[in-house]
C-alpha cells in the first residue's frame, strides 16, 4: 500500500525557514514517471502547487514561490523534502505531500503549519 506522511515542527517564527519531510512507502521515489509535490492551502483559500521533484531529481518551482523554495530528497530514506525560507504569517498553511502519477489519488494526510511570533 502506498502511504505518504508529512512531519515537521507545527510552528514556526517570521524570518525562520519551514522545514517538513514526506515519508513514503509502499512505492520507490525514484519511480519512473513518478514526481513528487508539495502543496498547501492557507485558511479560506485554495490549494497552491509549490514545488516538484522528478524521479531523475530534477526540481520545477512555483514563479511566486521559487526565490525561497527548495525541494530535494533522500533516496535511502525513501523521503522528499521542502524548506520555505523567510516566512511571514502569509505562510500560514495545510501544507500537503502528493504523488503526480496522473492519478492525483496519493495524498499525505497534511500537516498544519502557523507562522507565528
Known amino acids: 500500500q502506498v502511504q505518504l506522511q508529512e512531519s515537521g515542527p507545527g510552528l514556526v517564527k517570521p524570518s525562520q525557514t519551514l522545514s517538513l519531510t514526506c515519508t513514503v512507502s509502499?512505492?520507490?521515489?525514484?519511480?519512473?514517471?513518478?514526481?513528487w509535490s508539495w502543496l498547501r492551502q492557507p485558511p479560506g483559500k485554495g490549494l497552491e502547487w509549490m514545488g516538484v521533484?522528478?524521479?531523475?531529481?530534477?526540481?520545477w518551482y512555483s514563479p511566486s514561490l521559487k526565490s525561497r523554495t527548495s525541494v530535494s530528497r533522500d533516496t535511502s530514506k525513501n523521503q522528499f523534502s521542502l524548506q520555505l525560507s523567510s516566512v511571514t504569517p502569509e505562510d500560514t498553511a495545510v501544507y500537503y505531500c502528493a504523488i503526480d502519477d496522473g492519478s492525483g489519488d496519493y495524498w499525505g494526510q497534511g500537516t498544519q503549519v502557523t507562522v507565528s511570533s
Open positions: 521533484i522528478g524521479d531523475d531529481g530534477r526540481t
Open positions: 509502499g512505492v520507490s521515489i525514484t519511480t519512473r514517471y513518478h514526481a
